[in-house]
């Protein structure tokens, strides 16, 4: 009844598919085979056109009944298989071999061309069906075979919806419903699209983002489907490339049994690797190499891992137009992580069609005789690469490779001398002279961290063991931020490597370093088109309260430095890991569960619980477990963690033996059993970690920003029960999480700052200007380490420790040196991205480097633990904050009426005159004043404070006690951020009319100015 709007959207669609793409349309006549609905004379047509001297053959055999033979011999095969991949291997009949279609040549041979240029894309509008001539508003056909069927809705009666419930009501015993690879429906704003049409859950957005706009004007917001979804060289890519067939899996213990099913890319999928591979191929036609570097940055959830093998897949067969020159000759996707390697391996073999070129480096072994057979497509880890350059490194054959690096960033590849190392092999264009110095100082310094001494321990199997009297090192490893780590793996950019980053979360070094996201998918258009849960609703709220205790006073004259926040993280770490604490936690947690959690996905939900540190977690495990044990229940716990040394009994913890795992085992299929419903971590897992009966989490360890973001989304994975989520926060940091989803929520990637090459010049002249160390200390320094001389060289770092000391005499202004040191070598390897130096200022960083962390003697990571180990937690106590939820923004109250002169005069102020201010109350280190300038500029300059405070500029009550509550927050987060935790946890800074409260102040006070100023 309500066909005019419809028929007049099929006409449009129809007209244009003619008129663009120059479709032929079929009749109802066209298509003789009424059960398989083949249009028979097209493909023998094909056939004949392409294959004739095939055909001939067949037909000296078989005469007239040739014909018959050839879909005799298609309808047999496609009881064993879909329709699509007959297409896309071709058909065998009686010994002779037919192509259905010819994919679009990648080389410049141009018998090729010509016969994809004989491939035909016809359609049928208004196909009738059945015995009751049911309708469907197109069927697409690829040289006579049904591919595409797409049912329209016009928006002024019906909706995509009611296509999709059109055609789950089909009798799908009908073959219209089972051959063509794709099922669309569509209004005259959104698309779905399933391979499967039977049930609703099969259909998933295919949206080009939250809202679909026409491209050109006069057409319907949904022309890129018409225009290039369904234009002819895109589904012939989708059959040659896209499509994805995985086998059916058999039931097993703890899995049950899976139909075999066909995956089509989602839209932003298709989009990004059409985006980048293009652009790769172009820059390679214009200028001959491959020297480009695309970050891409798609939500979590968003399928990273089938884009990447998509892109690996596009990349390898990408040839310069018009020639058989290959771009790319070898292409890594580098994880980091084991259990990532298994998903992308796994992942990486439903492509069949490539099978045969892709290599799994499971050992050091395996990866250098890939390299020596110059493999196409290689999937390894950064840490496995690292082990073998000793024997590459003389091979000049792998100096001139085009080599594309598919990176993730959630598999937290290493940073510094592993990454540098991971190019070096490849290097052709960069100055060698940098590469020299670079690794001469990474070979001879020690930059006394925990990180350093887990990155460069080659693995063992199992697992690496630590010793928890160290600062927690899978921690510190984990706590690095993964875009960082993505940035440092670019130090020079080489002309014949091709870098693709893939995050859900940019940081602004990785901004700067790339540029703007290549391609965005935002986790608002994920949360939207329900491929992942929101998970940031709200979030249940906790704080820890402790009072500690130290007998042991450390004696002031030894002068002594440990890495900043070392000690409040250790410390922390004492009460985190109080077991009276963690009882309690655990009963507040297991009650949360059974309640709220458990019941959850039909029953089946899991949730998990993230400790503060292993030995931490190793507490939760006993606890719990105990108490699951009384309660009778009859789900458990497991406890993923990397193994490691107990400090109070010297013996190893395994995680194997602790969770009793068979030989060969993986903790993450264990937890995939319906009985295991708990899982405890520290580290693990909280990144690259795929289970969608996941839907709660405990949080006994602060998480910030993207950290935050990336741990808590673990719970996003979809599932057809999963209604919502549970966010429990013992660390009273829910307003800070939330925020930080706010912020990566719709992608709003900061603008970068523009590097100044002047900037690493600037702090060597400073460091000069102290009159401490001149240019001529650098190359004896440079001299010895070359010569690997290391006796004299620590005798000439004694005499120049000598002269720091009588040069400098207050302790607070030595730090501030040492500091002034690091932040030049730091600002040096980040600006070498850029730009090149002279060798001056690479000797010196050389000197920095080397010298800088012997000036002052740090203090031992065993005094540090003697000193935490005599710790007691006094008093402690978790006290219910309430349940805090997503802001839709700032609530502001309204401004008081009756002032009619308007705003109050504004004090000037400025942050020089604010430091001063504090300097008059507080003794603050130059490092310190150089943080308060830093983030309090920060928040001057942003827009959203300055809007509010332009709001309110009459409202002073609001401005000087809500607001500037809330900008003390933001500064708190922001020195989170910078991991400042010594500031965070001490009364000079956080008392009422403290530091922080000063600085947001000055926030406020020149926020006004700036609102008068306009």
């Not at 020297?291 to 067969?317: E, I, P, Q, Y």
């Not at 196409?376 to 690469?385: C, G, L, N």
């Not at 991971?422 to 961290?449: G, N, Q």
């Not at 070094?509 to 329900?530: K, R």
């Amino acid at each position: 009844m309500f066909k005019g709007p419809e028929k007049k959207f099929q006409k449009h669609i129809a007209d244009f598919l003619v008129r663009e793409h120059e479709y032929a349309v079929l009749t109802q006549e066209d298509i003789t085979d009424k059960e398989y609905y083949f249009a028979e004379d097209h493909l023998y047509a094909f056939l004949k056109a392409t294959q004739n001297e095939t055909l001939e053959r067949l037909e000296e055999d078989y005469g007239d009944d040739a014909r018959d033979e050839i879909f005799k011999a298609l309808k047999d095969e496609l009881d064993r298989r879909p329709l699509w991949t007959i297409i896309r291997t071709g058909l065998a009949v009686r010994g002779n071999d037919f192509k259905l279609y010819f994919p679009r040549p990648r080389s410049s041979e141009s018998v090729a061309n010509k016969l994809y240029a004989e491939n035909r894309v016809t359609f049928r509008p208004s196909l009738y069906f059945g015995p009751n001539n049911f309708e469907i508003d197109f069927v697409f056909f690829l040289n006579g075979l049904p591919i595409i069927t797409l049912e329209v809705k016009h928006e002024k009666n019906q909706n995509v919806h009611d296509a999709v419930a059109q055609y789950v009501a089909r009798d799908h015993s009908d073959r219209i419903f089972r051959l063509p690879f794709l099922y669309i429906a569509a209004d005259t704003s959104d698309v779905q699209v399933a391979t499967d049409p039977r049930i609703e859950e099969n259909f998933r957005w295919f949206n080009t983002g939250l809202t679909n706009k026409a491209i050109t004007e006069g057409e319907y917001p949904v022309e890129f489907l018409y225009r290039e979804a369904l234009s002819k060289d895109r589904i012939l890519e989708a059959i040659a490339f896209y499509l994805v067939r995985v086998p059916r899996q058999e039931a097993s213990e703890d899995r049950p049994k899976r139909p075999a099913f066909t995956i089509f890319p989602r839209y932003h999928q298709r989009r990004c690797v059409e985006r980048v591979t293009h652009e790769a191929q172009s820059h390679f036609a214009e200028h001959g190499d491959v020297g480009r570097k695309f970050l891409v940055n798609h939500s979590a959830g968003s399928g990273k891992t089938l884009t990447m093998c998509w892109m690996a897949d596009r990349l390898h067969s990408l040839f310069k137009p018009g020639t058989s020159e290959k771009v790319v000759n070898m292409i890594f996707l580098l994880t980091d992580r084991k259990s990532l390697d298994k998903n992308i391996r796994e992942d990486m073999e439903k492509f069949a069609h490539i099978k045969d070129v892709v290599c799994y480096a499971r050992r050091s072994g395996d990866l250098g005789r890939f390299l020596r057979d110059r493999e196409q497509i290689i999937v390894t880890t950064q840490q496995k690469f690292h082990y073998i350059l000793d024997k590459i490194a003389n091979d000049e054959g792998l100096k001139t490779l085009r080599v594309a690096f598919l990176i993730d960033e959630a598999h937290r590849s290493q940073e510094g001398r592993m990454a540098t190392a991971i190019r070096m092999p490849f290097r052709d264009s960069a100055p060698e002279t940098v590469a020299k110095d670079l690794s001469m100082v990474a070979e001879e310094t020690a930059d006394y961290t925990v990180e350093d001494a887990e990155e460069e321990r080659e693995p063992v199997e199992p697992a690496a063991t630590h010793s928890v009297d160290e600062p927690d090192a899978e921690d510190a490893q984990d706590q690095e931020d993964p875009q960082d780590k993505i940035a440092k793996v670019i130090k020079e950019h080489d002309l014949n490597q091709l870098f693709v980053a893939f995050t859900a979360t940019p940081s602004p070094a990785t901004i700067q370093l790339f540029g703007q996201p290549f391609d965005t998918y935002t986790e608002a258009e994920a949360i939207t088109e329900g491929y992942i849960v929101d998970v940031a609703q709200s979030i249940i709220s906790y704080k820890t309260l402790y009072h500690l205790h130290c007998p042991i006073i450390p004696m002031p004259e030894e002068e002594k430095l440990y890495p900043a926040g070392v000690v409040s993280k250790a410390l922390k770490n004492v009460a985190f890991q109080d077991p009276e604490l963690i009882q309690y936690k655990s009963e507040v947690m297991l009650r949360i569960f059974e309640e709220k959690i458990k019941p959850g996905i039909d029953g089946k939900a899991k949730a998990m619980i993230v400790a503060t540190s292993r030995l931490a977690g190793l507490e939760y495990f006993r606890i719990i477990r105990e108490k699951l044990k009384e309660r009778g229940a009859v789900y458990k716990v497991l406890y993923a963690f990397t193994d490691f040394v107990h400090p109070g009994t010297n013996k190893v913890i395994s995680e194997h033996a602790l969770n009793e795992l068979n030989e060969g085992e993986l903790i993450e299929d264990r937890f995939e059993e319906d009985s295991y419903r708990l899982m405890i971590v520290a580290s693990k897992f909280q990144t690259g970690f795929d289970q969608p009966l996941l839907a709660g989490m405990f949080l006994d360890k602060a998480v910030i920003d993207r950290n935050a973001v990336q741990t808590i989304s673990r719970l996003n994975r979809s599932h057809p029960d999963k209604k919502g989520v549970v966010v429990v926060d013992f660390t009273n940091n829910a307003r800070a999480i939330l925020k930080a989803f706010n912020k990566y929520r719709h992608s709003p990637s900061p603008e970068p700052d523009e590097p100044d090459p002047q900037t690493c010049l600037d702090l060597y002249e400073e460091i000069l200007g102290k009159g401490v160390f001149i240019q001529d200390d650098a190359l004896p320094v440079v001299e010895l380490i070359k010569k690997d001389d290391d006796a004299s060289l620590q005798s000439l770092v004694n005499d120049l420790r000598g002269r720091f000391q009588e040069r400098i005499t207050d302790p607070e202004q030595r730090k501030s040196f040492v500091y002034l040191l690091a932040k030049f070598v730091k600002s040096y390897h980040f600006l070498s991205s850029f730009f090149s130096y002279e060798k001056y200022i690479r000797d010196f960083v050389v000197f920095c480097e080397y010298v800088g962390p012997q000036l002052i003697k740090a203090g031992s990571v065993s005094e540090l633990m003697k000193q935490v180990r005599a710790t007691v937690v006094e008093k402690a106590a978790v006290t219910y904050k309430g349940e805090i939820e997503m802001p839709g923004g700032l609530k502001k109250p309204t401004p008081r009426k009756g002032s009619k002169s308007g705003p109050p005069p504004v004090k000037r102020v400025s942050v020089q005159d604010m430091i001063a201010r504090i300097r008059e109350t507080y003794q603050i280190s130059e490092e310190e004043a150089l943080h308060i300038r830093e983030v309090s500029e920060e928040k001057i300059a942003d827009e959203s404070i300055q809007q509010t405070v332009a709001h309110h500029q009459t409202d002073t009550t609001f401005l000087e006690t809500v607001y500037k509550d809330q900008v003390n927050g933001d500064i708190q987060d922001a020195y989170a951020i910078r991991e400042l935790y010594e500031q965070l946890g001490d009364p000079k800074y956080t008392d009422t009319g403290a530091i922080f409260d000063i600085m947001a102040f000055t926030v406020i006070q020149k926020g006004l100015e700036l609102a008068n100023a306009s």
